[in-house]
C-alpha cells in the first residue's frame, strides 16, 4: 500500500532495473578495531618488512630493536601504529541478505558522473529548459536507486585482509599508511532506478554508464577497484513497487 494506491492516478516515476557486474569490489566500513589488531601483530611477529617501516620511527624512539621485541613491546608497538596509521574496511552484512552493497553508493557513482560529464549548469541532452540548475543538482531530486540493501551474493569476502600500503602528503609531510582491506570479486548485483518524469534520455543514459563503468562504484576507485559493466538496462512496462530490501 502506497500513495499511488490509496490516490489512484498515473504516477510520473518510471522505474528501471539493471543488472550490472562488478570486476572488483572493495569494502567500504570500517573494520572492528580487534580485527586490525590481530592482523597488525601477526605481520609484525612474522617481520613483514614494509610494516616495520611505518613502525620503525616507534621502535626508535622507544630504544627497541626490531629482532628482539618482546611481548610485551609488540603489543605497545601494535597500539602505537593502528592508532596513527592503519585503518581497516570490510562489508556491511544484513541478516538474510549477506553481504551487501548500498544503494546510495550507486546513486553517488551516477552523481559523480553527471558532474564530471557536464559541469556546472552545462547543457545535457535533453535539457528540458525552465531551470538554472545543471545536470547534478536536477537529478539530486529527480533520480532515486530503491534498494537500500543490494545483496552480492556473498556471505564472506573473497579476500580477507588484503594488504595496502598507501603514501600520503600532508602537514606532517610524507608518510605511508595502512589500509587493510577485504575484496569481492566478479560481482553481480541487480538494482531498480527510478526518474522522475523520465527526464534521462537513453543518449544520456549510455553516457552516465559509460563513466561508471570506468570510474567504478564503491571504495578504493583511485586503484581503479569498483570497475564494471553494465549488462541489462530495461524500463519496466507495467509501473510496479520493486521489493526494497
Not at 581497516?88 to 559523480?112: C, P, Y
Not at 595502512?178 to 527526464?199: A, G, P, R, T, Y
Request: with cysteine.
Amino acid at each position: 500500500m502506497g500513495a499511488s494506491d490509496i490516490f489512484g492516478g498515473k504516477s510520473r516515476w518510471v522505474t528501471y532495473q539493471a543488472d550490472y557486474h562488478l570486476y572488483t569490489l572493495v569494502g567500504g566500513i570500517p573494520k572492528d578495531p580487534d580485527t586490525i589488531k590481530a592482523w597488525l601483530k601477526a605481520r609484525l611477529e612474522i617481520s613483514d618488512t614494509e610494516i616495520l617501516a611505518i613502525a620503525n620511527e616507534t621502535i626508535e624512539q622507544m630504544g627497541w630493536t626490531q629482532e628482539r621485541l618482546t611481548s610485551g613491546q609488540l603489543d605497545e608497538l601494535v597500539d602505537v601504529v593502528m592508532a596513527k596509521d592503519t585503518k581497516g574496511n570490510s562489508f556491511k552484512r544484513v541478516d538474510k541478505l549477506g553481504l551487501i552493497f548500498e544503494g546510495r553508493q550507486v546513486k553517488a557513482a551516477i552523481k559523480e558522473a553527471e558532474n564530471a560529464l557536464y559541469p556546472g549548469t552545462a547543457q545535457w541532452p535533453g535539457y528540458p529548459g525552465g531551470t538554472r540548475k545543471g545536470l547534478a543538482s536536477y537529478s539530486v531530486e529527480r533520480v532515486e536507486v530503491v534498494e537500500r540493501f543490494i545483496p552480492i551474493g556473498r556471505t564472506v569476502p573473497d579476500v580477507v585482509g588484503e594488504q595496502r600500503i598507501k603514501h600520503i602528503s600532508g602537514p606532517q609531510g610524507k608518510r605511508s599508511t595502512i589500509n587493510v582491506v577485504d575484496v569481492c570479486e566478479d560481482v553481480d548485483i541487480s538494482f531498480h532506478v527510478k526518474v522522475l518524469d523520465d527526464f534521462i534520455t537513453p543518449e544520456l543514459w549510455g553516457q552516465i554508464w559509460e563513466y561508471v563503468e570506468l570510474g567504478g562504484m564503491g571504495a578504493d576507485r583511485a586503484r581503479g577497484d569498483g570497475r564494471g559493466e553494465l549488462r541489462k538496462w530495461r524500463k519496466l512496462a507495467t509501473p510496479r513497487k520493486p521489493k526494497v530490501a
